[in-house]
């Protein structure tokens, strides 16, 4: 009944958030703008306001939160009620303080990885393809092979060589996913540089850095954005995953996944808590997957 | 051709085992010191050297360390002093297990759903699953786990964890094991059900679909003889990748559910900082990955003839 009840509740919530959102979004936007918020899917919407929620709740974070951090304010695993509204954790922390914390770490590590990996990657990828001859071949091979492993299975023995700290975790998702981004940016890139207006610009004497920001990245950044999406989803998810783990972002750092490992018990006792920063991480990439399914349908201009 | 994409599977197989064992030489200082700490004496030290064999140049450690591989010796763990061949023994059977029972429920209802929405696609069928299914995709597998033990461990219906004892059968196994399956082809039906829709609606659109739709077929023969045929290259890839996928996705859900896998045993490694074993087990992950994709390449080439006969 009450699985029926959730169920309902958070399709009419879905529906509701989705139809504002769509609305205020197309009362502000300007007036070139208008068709797109127009044509935009519920499931746009919904993401694109679920994602404006997360960025106000981390960058608000101190003010939003009732309490400090990593306070200690009174015995472990308190039931739902005031003035601790969601409980608190093993510790007796407030569990909807260290949630609202954990916006901004989870979500800031995650953005700070994804962006790392993105410069790192899509740098590469498109001077490999503008240089081209061995120095292509011999980046491109490496990729190859450290594509062969399995990328959680990577970072794990990573992880063991360098240690567990937030630092390394960084570099090692970042250095994971860039070969990824490699990837794309190279296959990209590649239909780029065969292009006239590239001669054109070798021809003027344009340097490497600026063909690679002037002339090939304007013309690459409708692929990489979506990618940027998707990846950040793939980091957010390993990072959770890894500090889930217990091998990740590490206590007294409101964190999601160690937030999920730290109060997994109370699952057994038929308490939801444990769920809540899980699902909050589910509903972040939902939301991004849903605004990036969009946008690649809209530059595929694919109309069903 | 497939004799050419097995010579180049060893191949892979071969810079995969350089990469996992050389990633330590990455280390700027010592592998020894940075394992025991800054306060290690000299001579812990150099007894941790020797028994890693760390006075040895590379490529001859990399030597001694694949023939034992290839013989089934992978060393010895650090963290608890017993040959790493006879725990990883014990639990690959486990994991591989756990990753077939997931594939057994995953691979036909992915197939199902995906032909279904395909038969009827733009319907109300359609686009539910297809929202239901990106909504899947995007969701961690611990919070998959947790709510699948809410839901259905909760009430006494499955167990939690999975305990195996000498005397549990294949039976006991079955059930202890079926909320981590159940976990794991959640996950992995998702994609696995896109990429079979995609893959057959891309072919309704050619002549010789639309010949057996004027000759008067029912839909469903059109989807099933005509068009699964032909969709079923892209199809075994993705079914390959995603129980590839299954490889990696089960560290996680073995740890939720306590089950005794490879990814658990992974986990504890790389808490105490056990390389050895944390490459035996990464190596194998890896060959399973490997090797996977390349029976993909292999099972695609074979079912079709054009191009089995490519000039």
Known sequence: ???????????????????????????????HHKPTFRDMPLTASFGLAVILLYIFVAVFAPLIAPYGESEVLGAQFLPWASPHYLGTDKLGRDMLTRLIYGARNTVGIAFATTALAFFVGSFLGIWAALVGGWL???????????????????????????????????????????TRVYRLARSVAQGIV??????????????MWRLIRREILPNAMAPLVAEFGLRFCFVFLSISALSFLGLGIKPPTADWGSMVRENATLITFGDITPLLPAGAIALLTVAVNFVVDWQLHRASGLKE | MIGQRLLLGVLTLFIISVVIFGATELLPGDLARELLGQSATEETLAALREQLGLNDPAPLRYWNWLAGVLQGDFGMSMATQKPISELVGARLGNTLFLALYAAALAVPFALLLGVLAALWRNSIFDRASNALALTAISFPEFFVAYTLIFWLAQSGLFPSMVRITGSTTTGDLLYMAFLPALTLTLVVTAHMMRMTR????????????????????????VVLRHAVPNALAPIINVVALNLAYLITGVVVVEVVFVYPGLGQLMIDAVSNRDIAVVQAIALIFASAYVLLNLLADVLSTIINPRLMHRK
């Open chain 2, 198 to 221: 995609a893959a057959i609606i891309n072919l309704l659109a050619s002549p010789y679909i639309e010949m057996a739709r004027l000759k008067g077929m029912s839909p469903i023969r």
């Open chain 1, 194 to 207: 065969v292009m006239d207006f590239i001669e054109a610009a070798r021809l003027r004497g344009e340097g």
């Open chain 1, 136 to 178: 292509d071949q011999w980046l491109s091979r490496f990729v190859d092979a450290l594509m062969a492993i399995p990328a959680l299975i990577f970072s794990l023995l990573l992880l063991t060589i360098f240690g567990t700290s937030v630092l390394t975790l960084i570099l090692v998702i970042a250095a994971v996913d860039a």
């Open chain 1, 1 to 31: 009944m009450t699985i029926l009840l959730s169920i309902v509740v958070g399709l009419a919530l879905f529906f509701m958030i989705g139809f504002a959102a769509r609305a205020v979004l197309q009362a502000f936007a300007p007036a």
